[in-house]
């Protein structure tokens, strides 16, 4: 079960994380404006914290672990926890996006 716990959460963080990356190389290269950057990136934390609680929601079904009230409540704390960590992607990739400077 903590497997279940630290997979879903790691693969949460590693998305949200690239996607950052990949935007903030948009906004150096400057075919991005920073007001547009930070309303995609939260669009795709949301679309990206969805998803993959769905995916390990249905994960936690195919495993069985609905079937017991113990995990199916340590599933959805699991479930909480990658929402969690994808909205403190989303607050640590709108405070550290940055534009270039211009001379």
Do not use: H, N
């Amino acid at each position: 079960m903590a497997v279940y716990f630290l997979t879903g959460s790691l693969i949460t963080l590693v998305m949200c994380g690239s996607i950052r990356w990949w935007i903030q190389s948009l906004l150096s290269r400057e075919q991005l404006f920073l007001d547009d950057a930070k309303g995609y990136f939260l669009i795709a934390c949301i679309v990206v914290g969805f998803l993959v609680s769905a995916g390990f929601f249905w994960a936690g079904q195919v495993l069985g672990y609905s079937e017991s009230p113990e995990t199916s409540q340590a599933m959805g704390l699991a479930i909480l926890l990658d929402v969690m960590v994808a909205l403190l992607s989303l607050i640590w990739g709108l405070v550290s996006l940055r534009e270039p400077e211009k001379y």
